[in-house]
Nanobody, 122 residues
Framework: QVQLVESGGGLVQAGGSLRLSCAAS????MGWFRQAPGKERAFVAG????????HYADSVKGRFTISRDNAKNTVYLQMNSLKPEDTAVYYC???????????????????WGQGTQVTVSS
């Protein structure tokens, strides 16, 4: 049973920063998605199994950074210059496909965390 445990969400003012963490029970290619009320779950960032390939949604490029610590089986999402439109529940997801494929699609990922709320106030 794959377990994913997210942490690091919270309330922050616009322009501020947060770092999300996702601790996994093994090593996988990983992604971060977010879902705002009334909207579909959307891709934010992805990283392959080795950590040498990353992918970002256009809306977060230059502001968010995904990284991983393979010794800890943990993936991070550093979020800077946060905007009110970044407000959402953020989910980490794991895929047994180590590299390649479509990181942007929810279908790529077999396992999902429980989500962590990020709220950005204006």
């Amino acid at each position: 049973q794959v377990q994913l445990v997210e942490s690091g969400g919270g309330l922050v003012q616009a322009g501020g920063s947060l770092r999300l963490s996702c601790a996994a029970s093994g090593r996988y290619a990983m992604g971060w998605f977010r879902q705002a009320p009334g909207k579909e779950r959307a891709f934010v960032a992805g990283i392959n199994w080795s950590g040498d390939s990353t992918h970002y949604a256009d809306s977060v490029k230059g502001r968010f950074t995904i990284s991983r610590d393979n010794a800890k089986n943990t993936v991070y999402l550093q979020m800077n210059s946060l905007k009110p439109e970044d407000t959402a529940v953020y989910y980490c997801a794991a895929s047994t496909l180590r590299s390649g494929g479509n990181f942007y699609s929810t279908a790529r990922y077999e396992y999902w965390g429980q989500g962590t709320q990020v709220t950005v106030s204006s």
